[in-house]
Protein backbone atom coordinates (compact mmCIF):
# COMPACT_ATOMS: atom_id res chain seq x y z
CA UNK A 1 0.00 0.00 0.00
CA UNK A 2 3.20 2.49 0.98
CA UNK A 3 4.48 1.60 -2.19
CA UNK A 4 1.00 2.89 -4.44
CA UNK A 5 0.81 6.10 -2.17
CA UNK A 6 4.96 6.46 -3.13
CA UNK A 7 4.25 6.30 -7.01
CA UNK A 8 1.00 8.97 -6.54
CA UNK A 9 3.13 11.27 -4.60
CA UNK A 10 5.77 11.11 -7.43
CA UNK A 11 3.46 11.35 -9.91
CA UNK A 12 1.87 14.82 -8.42
CA UNK A 13 4.21 17.38 -9.65
CA UNK A 14 3.93 15.70 -13.31
CA UNK A 15 0.32 15.85 -13.27
CA UNK A 16 0.73 19.93 -11.97
CA UNK A 17 3.11 20.60 -14.61
CA UNK A 18 1.27 19.61 -17.68
CA UNK A 19 -2.23 20.01 -16.98
CA UNK A 20 -4.02 21.88 -19.68
CA UNK A 21 -0.85 21.02 -21.67
CA UNK A 22 -1.18 19.34 -25.41
CA UNK A 23 0.33 15.92 -25.70
CA UNK A 24 0.57 14.02 -29.22
CA UNK A 25 0.91 10.71 -28.96
CA UNK A 26 1.52 8.28 -32.26
CA UNK A 27 1.39 4.45 -31.96
CA UNK A 28 2.22 1.99 -34.40
CA UNK A 29 -0.24 -0.06 -35.95
CA UNK A 30 1.08 -3.08 -34.62
CA UNK A 31 0.12 -2.00 -31.16
CA UNK A 32 -3.22 -0.96 -31.79
CA UNK A 33 -3.83 -4.60 -33.80
CA UNK A 34 -3.51 -6.08 -30.74
CA UNK A 35 -5.99 -6.16 -28.37
CA UNK A 36 -4.14 -6.43 -25.32
CA UNK A 37 -1.01 -3.64 -25.68
CA UNK A 38 -4.17 -1.58 -26.92
CA UNK A 39 -5.73 -1.68 -23.50
CA UNK A 40 -3.03 -0.94 -21.85
CA UNK A 41 -2.15 1.82 -23.78
CA UNK A 42 -5.92 3.68 -24.37
CA UNK A 43 -5.52 3.58 -20.00
CA UNK A 44 -2.76 5.28 -20.21
CA UNK A 45 -4.49 8.07 -22.28
CA UNK A 46 -7.84 7.87 -20.64
CA UNK A 47 -5.40 8.73 -17.28
CA UNK A 48 -3.48 11.49 -18.92
CA UNK A 49 -6.33 12.90 -20.26
CA UNK A 50 -8.71 12.51 -16.69
CA UNK A 51 -5.78 14.68 -14.91
CA UNK A 52 -6.46 17.39 -17.36
CA UNK A 53 -3.89 16.81 -20.05
CA UNK A 54 -5.19 17.60 -23.64
CA UNK A 55 -4.38 14.23 -26.14
CA UNK A 56 -4.52 14.12 -29.70
CA UNK A 57 -4.22 10.19 -30.56
CA UNK A 58 -2.55 9.41 -34.08
CA UNK A 59 -2.68 5.68 -35.29
CA UNK A 60 -1.45 3.50 -37.92
CA UNK A 61 -2.25 0.20 -39.72
CA UNK A 62 0.94 -1.53 -41.10
CA UNK A 63 -0.51 -5.25 -40.05
CA UNK A 64 -3.94 -4.69 -40.71
CA UNK A 65 -3.49 -2.84 -44.54
CA UNK A 66 -1.40 -5.94 -45.00
CA UNK A 67 -3.65 -8.19 -44.10
CA UNK A 68 -6.34 -6.83 -45.97
CA UNK A 69 -3.98 -6.52 -48.91
CA UNK A 70 -2.63 -10.15 -49.09
CA UNK A 71 -6.25 -11.14 -48.04
CA UNK A 72 -7.91 -9.49 -51.18
CA UNK A 73 -4.91 -10.68 -53.44
CA UNK A 74 -3.34 -6.92 -54.13
CA UNK A 75 0.26 -7.01 -54.51
CA UNK A 76 2.24 -4.44 -52.93
CA UNK A 77 4.67 -2.17 -54.95
CA UNK A 78 7.73 -0.26 -54.41
CA UNK A 79 9.01 2.39 -55.88
CA UNK A 80 12.79 2.92 -54.81
CA UNK A 81 12.22 1.03 -51.50
CA UNK A 82 8.85 3.40 -50.57
CA UNK A 83 5.55 1.97 -50.58
CA UNK A 84 3.65 2.97 -54.02
CA UNK A 85 -0.35 3.87 -53.60
CA UNK A 86 -2.83 2.88 -56.12
CA UNK A 87 -6.43 3.85 -56.04
CA UNK A 88 -6.97 0.10 -55.44
CA UNK A 89 -4.51 0.06 -52.48
CA UNK A 90 -5.49 3.72 -50.97
CA UNK A 91 -9.07 2.13 -50.71
CA UNK A 92 -8.07 -0.66 -48.55
CA UNK A 93 -5.74 1.46 -46.43
CA UNK A 94 -9.09 3.38 -46.15
CA UNK A 95 -10.94 0.32 -44.90
CA UNK A 96 -8.05 -1.10 -42.27
CA UNK A 97 -7.62 2.19 -41.00
CA UNK A 98 -10.97 2.66 -40.52
CA UNK A 99 -11.76 -0.17 -38.69
CA UNK A 100 -8.98 0.57 -36.18
CA UNK A 101 -10.52 3.94 -35.62
CA UNK A 102 -13.45 2.76 -34.64
CA UNK A 103 -12.19 -0.01 -32.34
CA UNK A 104 -9.86 2.37 -30.70
CA UNK A 105 -12.55 4.98 -30.18
CA UNK A 106 -15.30 2.38 -28.72
CA UNK A 107 -12.51 1.25 -26.52
CA UNK A 108 -11.96 5.07 -25.25
CA UNK A 109 -15.31 5.03 -24.41
CA UNK A 110 -15.56 2.26 -22.77
CA UNK A 111 -13.32 3.84 -20.63
CA UNK A 112 -15.87 6.70 -20.35
CA UNK A 113 -12.94 8.54 -21.96
CA UNK A 114 -14.92 11.30 -24.65
CA UNK A 115 -12.99 10.19 -27.71
CA UNK A 116 -14.10 11.48 -31.56
CA UNK A 117 -12.28 9.48 -34.53
CA UNK A 118 -11.30 11.14 -37.78
CA UNK A 119 -8.96 11.79 -40.69
CA UNK A 120 -6.19 14.33 -41.87
CA UNK A 121 -8.66 14.63 -44.61
CA UNK A 122 -11.91 15.93 -42.60
CA UNK A 123 -12.37 19.64 -41.96
CA UNK A 124 -9.39 20.34 -43.83
CA UNK A 125 -6.73 19.63 -41.22
CA UNK A 126 -4.06 18.37 -43.25
CA UNK A 127 -3.49 19.81 -47.01
CA UNK A 128 -0.53 17.50 -48.81
CA UNK A 129 0.91 17.61 -52.14
CA UNK A 130 1.03 14.60 -54.44
CA UNK A 131 4.44 12.40 -54.46
CA UNK A 132 3.73 11.62 -57.97
CA UNK A 133 6.28 8.25 -58.20
CA UNK A 134 4.11 7.08 -55.08
CA UNK A 135 1.06 6.96 -56.40
CA UNK A 136 -1.76 8.36 -54.17
CA UNK A 137 0.85 9.65 -51.23
CA UNK A 138 1.16 13.01 -49.55
CA UNK A 139 3.49 14.77 -48.23
CA UNK A 140 2.29 17.61 -45.74
CA UNK A 141 2.02 21.45 -46.82
CA UNK A 142 -0.43 23.07 -44.22
CA UNK A 143 -1.71 21.97 -40.71
CA UNK A 144 -5.04 23.95 -40.01
CA UNK A 145 -5.85 22.86 -36.12
CA UNK A 146 -8.88 24.83 -35.56
CA UNK A 147 -10.82 21.55 -35.63
CA UNK A 148 -8.59 19.71 -33.40
CA UNK A 149 -8.25 23.24 -30.88
CA UNK A 150 -11.74 22.64 -31.01
CA UNK A 151 -12.25 19.02 -29.98
CA UNK A 152 -9.53 19.45 -27.18
CA UNK A 153 -11.53 23.01 -26.01
CA UNK A 154 -14.67 20.80 -25.69
CA UNK A 155 -12.58 17.65 -23.97
CA UNK A 156 -12.61 15.05 -26.34
CA UNK A 157 -9.48 13.49 -27.48
CA UNK A 158 -9.23 13.11 -31.40
CA UNK A 159 -8.16 9.80 -32.66
CA UNK A 160 -6.68 10.63 -36.14
CA UNK A 161 -5.99 8.50 -39.34
CA UNK A 162 -3.35 9.30 -41.24
CA UNK A 163 -4.70 10.44 -44.64
CA UNK A 164 -4.58 14.28 -46.31
CA UNK A 165 -6.49 15.85 -48.84
CA UNK A 166 -4.22 16.67 -51.80
CA UNK A 167 -4.46 19.95 -54.07
CA UNK A 168 -7.84 19.00 -55.60
CA UNK A 169 -9.13 17.63 -52.19
CA UNK A 170 -8.93 13.91 -52.89
CA UNK A 171 -7.31 11.71 -50.12
CA UNK A 172 -4.33 10.65 -49.80
CA UNK A 173 -1.83 8.04 -47.72
CA UNK A 174 0.66 10.36 -45.33
CA UNK A 175 3.28 8.92 -43.23
CA UNK A 176 1.72 8.50 -39.81
CA UNK A 177 5.25 10.27 -38.22
CA UNK A 178 5.15 13.26 -40.32
CA UNK A 179 1.23 13.45 -39.43
CA UNK A 180 2.19 13.36 -35.55
CA UNK A 181 5.34 15.56 -36.04
CA UNK A 182 3.18 18.71 -37.85
CA UNK A 183 0.16 18.29 -35.80
CA UNK A 184 2.71 18.87 -32.71
CA UNK A 185 4.18 21.79 -34.35
CA UNK A 186 0.65 23.28 -35.37
CA UNK A 187 -0.98 22.76 -31.52
CA UNK A 188 2.62 23.95 -30.15
CA UNK A 189 2.61 20.61 -28.26
CA UNK A 190 4.16 20.10 -24.75
CA UNK A 191 5.14 16.83 -26.09
CA UNK A 192 5.58 14.25 -28.61
CA UNK A 193 5.40 11.09 -27.69
CA UNK A 194 6.37 8.21 -30.17
CA UNK A 195 5.19 4.23 -29.22
CA UNK A 196 7.26 2.34 -30.89
CA UNK A 197 8.47 -1.39 -30.82
CA UNK A 198 11.82 -0.36 -29.48
CA UNK A 199 12.74 0.39 -25.90
CA UNK A 200 14.16 3.99 -27.22
CA UNK A 201 17.57 5.62 -29.39
CA UNK A 202 20.02 2.20 -28.52
CA UNK A 203 23.54 2.42 -28.95
CA UNK A 204 23.64 -0.79 -29.88
CA UNK A 205 20.23 -2.04 -31.01
CA UNK A 206 21.24 -5.82 -29.77
CA UNK A 207 21.62 -4.44 -26.11
CA UNK A 208 18.98 -2.60 -24.72
CA UNK A 209 21.70 -1.91 -21.81
CA UNK A 210 22.45 0.78 -24.23
CA UNK A 211 19.33 2.84 -23.98
CA UNK A 212 20.16 6.47 -24.57
CA UNK A 213 17.80 7.98 -21.49
CA UNK A 214 17.89 11.37 -22.75
CA UNK A 215 20.26 13.62 -25.70
CA UNK A 216 19.90 16.96 -27.55
CA UNK A 217 18.91 17.98 -31.44
CA UNK A 218 22.46 18.40 -31.85
CA UNK A 219 23.51 15.30 -30.39
CA UNK A 220 20.72 13.43 -32.76
CA UNK A 221 21.92 14.88 -36.21
CA UNK A 222 25.05 13.26 -35.13
CA UNK A 223 23.56 10.10 -34.18
CA UNK A 224 21.73 10.23 -38.01
CA UNK A 225 25.40 9.06 -39.08
CA UNK A 226 24.80 5.95 -36.97
CA UNK A 227 25.07 2.24 -38.66
CA UNK A 228 21.94 1.79 -36.72
CA UNK A 229 19.77 4.23 -37.41
CA UNK A 230 18.23 3.30 -40.38
CA UNK A 231 15.23 1.89 -42.10
CA UNK A 232 12.16 3.15 -40.12
CA UNK A 233 14.22 5.17 -37.79
CA UNK A 234 15.03 7.97 -40.33
CA UNK A 235 11.86 9.44 -41.09
CA UNK A 236 10.82 9.31 -37.45
CA UNK A 237 14.19 10.79 -36.50
CA UNK A 238 13.82 13.54 -38.88
CA UNK A 239 10.26 13.94 -37.66
CA UNK A 240 11.64 14.32 -34.39
CA UNK A 241 14.52 16.79 -35.08
CA UNK A 242 11.79 19.23 -37.23
CA UNK A 243 9.34 18.89 -34.26
CA UNK A 244 12.19 20.24 -31.61
CA UNK A 245 12.96 23.28 -33.35
CA UNK A 246 9.97 23.91 -34.46
CA UNK A 247 8.78 24.63 -30.81
CA UNK A 248 7.65 21.32 -29.25
CA UNK A 249 8.84 20.89 -25.69
CA UNK A 250 10.28 17.32 -26.23
CA UNK A 251 9.97 14.48 -28.05
CA UNK A 252 10.06 10.98 -26.79
CA UNK A 253 10.42 7.33 -27.67
CA UNK A 254 9.14 4.85 -25.91
CA UNK A 255 8.62 1.17 -26.06
CA UNK A 256 4.69 0.58 -26.80
CA UNK A 257 5.53 -3.43 -25.85
CA UNK A 258 5.93 -2.52 -22.12
CA UNK A 259 2.46 -2.53 -20.50
CA UNK A 260 1.80 1.31 -19.45
CA UNK A 261 5.12 2.87 -20.51
CA UNK A 262 3.20 5.66 -21.19
CA UNK A 263 2.36 6.87 -17.87
CA UNK A 264 6.09 5.45 -16.39
CA UNK A 265 7.32 8.26 -18.94
CA UNK A 266 5.59 10.84 -17.98
CA UNK A 267 4.85 10.38 -14.12
CA UNK A 268 8.26 8.85 -12.42
CA UNK A 269 11.37 10.51 -12.31
CA UNK A 270 13.57 7.93 -14.16
CA UNK A 271 11.41 7.50 -17.09
CA UNK A 272 11.68 4.16 -19.48
CA UNK A 273 12.57 5.60 -22.75
CA UNK A 274 14.27 8.30 -24.39
CA UNK A 275 13.51 12.18 -24.14
CA UNK A 276 14.89 14.68 -26.87
CA UNK A 277 14.91 17.61 -25.79
CA UNK A 278 16.35 20.87 -27.77
Known amino acids: MEKRVEVLIEALPYIRKFKEKVFVVKVGGAAVSNEKLRKSILQDCALLKFVGIKLVLVHGGGPEISKLMEKLDVDVKFVKGLRHTSKETLDIVRMALGKLNSEIVEDLEGMDCKA???????????????????????????????????LLDKDYLPVIQPLGADETGKAVNINADE?????????????????????????????????????STRELKQKLKWEEVSGGMIPKTKAIIDSIESGTGSVHLLDGRKPHSLLLEIFTTSGVGTMITK
Open 116 to 150: LGTTGKSGGLVKAARVEELGLVGKITKINPSMLEH
Open 179 to 215: LASSLAKALKAEKLIFLTNVPGLLEDLKDESTLVREI
